[in-house]
């Protein structure tokens, strides 16, 4: 079995330690030490564990002629490519529900910090501005009550939904087709639509290639200067480069981020405002919720390993 160490706790690659002969493949280490290790490696690998951030690619895949199953460390699989695994017969599994409150949890705390611009504020206070200077000035915005647009009414938007109505907040929904557990909602046929109509947008749908730019330059204009937009979905839903300059020149009034294009790396331009809020793709980063996704990546090879049904299977 090979496994991304990068970002996995030492709870799973302990219980797989135990159960398994586990190889980790450091994927942040030099590309001919991880060629090496494929080399080395590549005829006993018959499970790969992979991440929300490392996955298993088709030229992964093609160098693993013995690969079973991909069994994911993470709800989204948009880093595995499932039309190959489908294609070769390789089993994928990942941990969806674990993490669903985590995330909305998220979403919501995004869009409290954004409104009420609680990390600056947190910033003033600890470098003592507030006994030098006074009060914060007076740019934070109410939240409750506010529209809630979300795009992709899944567990985790549903989740989002539930949370913000409870601050009173009305629900719009984009998906490609109304639905019946979202009655109560209002449903937008397009994003653009939706972005008109809210004004707190949130991205929570899976990454696919029909998502990908899902917010684009007409959705931010849609959402306009007073409008906030919340990203606990991938980076690539985003086209980035236009939502900075969207943020710079003071065409969309805020954003809260879990996700960025190409993580780690963020856009610096963004470092310097106040109306952002920036997180390292943490969404489901609890002790609660890695534990039970660790202990479903586990259950899904143990399943696969003694011929028993899978507990999440994807593919
Ligand atoms: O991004 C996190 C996940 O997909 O679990």
């Known amino acids: 079995m090979t496994c991304s160490s990068v970002q996995v706790q030492p709870y ?10 586990l190889h980790k493949l450091d994927t942040t280490t030099e590309p001919d030490k991880a060629a090496r290790f494929l080399r080395t490696h590549r005829d006993s690998i018959r499970a790969v564990v992979g991440t929300a951030f490392v996955g298993a690619d088709a030229e ?7 690969l079973e199953i991909v069994s994911s460390y993470s709800v989204g699989v948009d880093k595995i490519d499932l039309a190959k695994c489908k294609e070769k017969g390789i089993r994928v599994t990942n941990c969806p529900d674990v993490s669903t409150d985590d995330v909305a949890d998220l979403a919501l705390g995004l869009m409290l910090a954004v409104s009420r611009r609680l990390c600056p ?10 006994s030098k200077l006074g009060d914060y000035k007076l740019t934070t915005k109410q939240f409750s009550g506010k529209t809630v647009g979300i795009i992709g009414p899944g567990n985790i938007g549903m989740a989002i939904a539930k ?23 209002n449903y ?42 919340v990203n606990i979905g991938r980076g690539p ?39 952002v809020v920036l997180m390292p793709h943490v969404g489901s980063a609890t002790v609660e919720a890695r534990k039970a ?14 011929n028993k049904p899978l507990l999440t299977p994807v593919v």
Request: charged share 25%.
């Open 12 to 21: 799973l690659l302990e219980a797989l330690e135990e159960k398994f002969t």
């Open 60 to 66: 992964l895949i093609d160098q693993l002629p013995n």
């Open 121 to 130: 504020i947190d910033r003033y206070v600890r470098s003592g501005l507030w």
């Open 163 to 185: 949370r913000a109505e409870a601050f009173g907040c009305p629900i719009s929904y984009f998906s490609r087709s109304q639905k019946p557990a979202c009655i109560n909602y």
């Open 188 to 229: 937008c046929p397009t994003v653009v639509d939706l972005a008109a109509n809210c004004d707190i947008l949130v991205v929570a749908c899976a990454l696919t290639p029909d998502t990908r730019h899902i917010i684009n330059r007409d959705v931010i204009d849609a959402l306009g200067p007073e409008g906030v937009l």
């Open 237 to 275: 839903h985003v086209d980035e480069a236009e939502l900075v300059s969207a943020l710079l020149e003071g065409r969309l009034g805020g954003a809260g981020l879990d996700v960025f294009q190409d993580e780690p790396n963020v856009p610096e331009e963004l470092f310097k405002l106040d109306n």
């Open 293 to 306: 996704m660790a202990d479903l990546v586990v259950g899904n090879l143990e399943a696969h390993f003694l």
